[in-house]
């Protein structure tokens, strides 16, 4: 009889056990399923945000800008760029506020078309953002993360055609002028010093 009791309580045992593992399997699969909606969430979210290539698509092309009468915001950007993406919200929030008054323009840096540009306007850090006036010609620039207020303010002073309140003047332009195209893949300031100097 006391060998039955043993085996009895033996076999209780695992039941008791298996109860455990079962609770705790469904609450990993409990979690799992709340995982998994909140990264779907998440992604939708993320699916539905500004990107630059959007606003690109939608942005005014360069010639049109300089020969349409209205003031410009010019911007360097890339897609790798994380500052440009965080930025990306609150351009198209002031292109919806300012787009009838001014022109939006986005030149890709990693687009070689945009290099004679690049030089001109000497980008060397993006997001690289040149004020033009109505006639097309740099009145300011910025470089860098900047606030939307910040931006705001200097777009309607670029619209009243009043001296921008926070951005450095670029009224002075050097009369140095570079080749428009590398000669060779060496020239290009995108190559990193790839190479070597004897």
């Known amino acids: 009889m006391a060998n039955n009791l043993d085996e009895a309580a033996v076999v209780q045992q695992p039941t008791g056990a298996n109860m455990g593992t079962r609770v705790r399997n469904l609450l990993i699969v409990l979690v799992a399923i709340a995982l998994s909606v909140a990264l779907y969430l998440g992604l939708q979210t993320q699916n539905n945000s500004v990107s630059l290539t959007s606003i690109d698509e939608e942005s005014t092309p360069l010639e049109v800008a300089l020969s349409n009468g209205k003031p410009s915001l010019m911007e360097f950007y890339a897609n790798w760029c994380t500052v440009c993406q965080a930025m990306a919200p609150d351009i198209e929030l002031l292109k919806q506020q300012y787009g009838d ?32 006036n109505s006639q097309g010609e740099a009145v300011a620039q910025t470089i860098g993360e900047q606030p939307r207020t910040i931006m705001a303010t200097n777009l309607e002073a670029l619209v009243a055609k009043s001296p ?31 190479t070597v100097m004897n």
């Open 164 to 194: 921008l309140p926070y951005a450095q003047d670029s009224g002075q332009v050097s009369k140095f002028t570079a080749p428009v195209a590398p000669t060779s893949e060496a020239d290009d300031p995108r190559s990193h010093g790839s």
């Open 101 to 132: 008054s001014v022109n939006f323009v986005m030149l890709n840096v990693d687009n070689t078309k945009w290099l004679p540009e690049i030089l001109k306007y000497r980008v060397d850090g993006i997001p690289h953002f040149v004020f033009l």
